[in-house]
């Protein structure tokens, strides 16, 4: 399988901490993204990566990208209660317009 | 305002009766995907159209159809529905990567339940 692998499969932190997601992926990849879905909905974007890129910031997300050893972290800072979710990171299949997901991380964050 | 609609949102089916499933997009986006995904697991590609060119996933049941009448609609046909397919399905539509941007954008997705 091309599927991407993250870890930890689940996170429980404090409201305020830091959460780190981390994702390992197996091909060449144009850009790594990572997506957010909450409980019972649809995914929603929340950052691109390009692999000539390194580090990447929106708001209180921090995306770092290593290409030698195909794998992304997603840092969300001072997390809240409705950060609450399911992280996955997905790559670019080259030359194709379809995405690979990884396994996703199950964020709670407790209030 | 909506983006990428699916209706309906639950759709409770018998064992073996065809299903439906519809997905609507204003972005007039070029790609349309459809996705199964399983409790606890990631989004599973079944197909996606690039304009009216339609593109199946090498693992995707023949009991799984799509058509893509026009632009804006995409439908998601189960002609008979087994226990194994009860699932959220999501549609998905992007540019394509020819426009350089790779963002796909969901729908709430329709949560299927097989009885």
């Known amino acids: 399988s091309q599927q991407g692998e993250e870890d930890p499969q689940a996170l429980s932190i404090q409201e305020g901490e830091n959460a780190t997601m981390n994702c390992s992926y197996k091909?060449?990849?144009?850009?790594l993204q990572w997506y957010r879905q909450n409980s019972g909905r649809g995914l929603v974007h929340l950052i691109l990566i390009r692999s000539n890129e390194r580090e990447k910031h929106s708001g209180r997300l921090r995306v770092t990208l290593d290409t030698s050893k195909k794998s992304s972290s997603l840092l969300i800072t001072a997390s809240r209660a409705a950060d609450t979710a399911s992280y996955f990171c997905a790559t670019d299949k080259m030359a194709t317009n379809k995405l690979i997901f990884g396994t996703g991380t199950l964020l709670a964050v407790q209030p | 305002d909506a983006m990428v609609i699916q209706n309906p949102r639950y759709q409770v089916t018998q064992f073996g009766k065809p299903v439906t499933l519809s997905c609507s997009q204003t972005?007039?986006?070029?790609?349309m995907y459809w996705y199964q995904q399983k409790s606890s697991q990631a989004p599973k590609l079944l197909f996606h159209y690039y304009d009216k060119d339609f593109n199946n996933e090498a693992d995707t049941p023949d009991n799984f159809q799509s058509r893509r009448p026009n632009t804006s609609f995409c439908f998601l046909d189960i002609r008979s529905p087994g226990l194994g397919d009860a699932a959220m399905y999501l549609c998905a539509t992007s540019n394509g990567a020819e426009s350089g941007n790779y963002e796909q954008y969901f729908g709430p997705g329709t949560r299927l339940t097989v009885t």
């Open positions: 091909t060449s990849i144009n850009n």
């Open positions: 972005l007039n986006h070029n790609v």
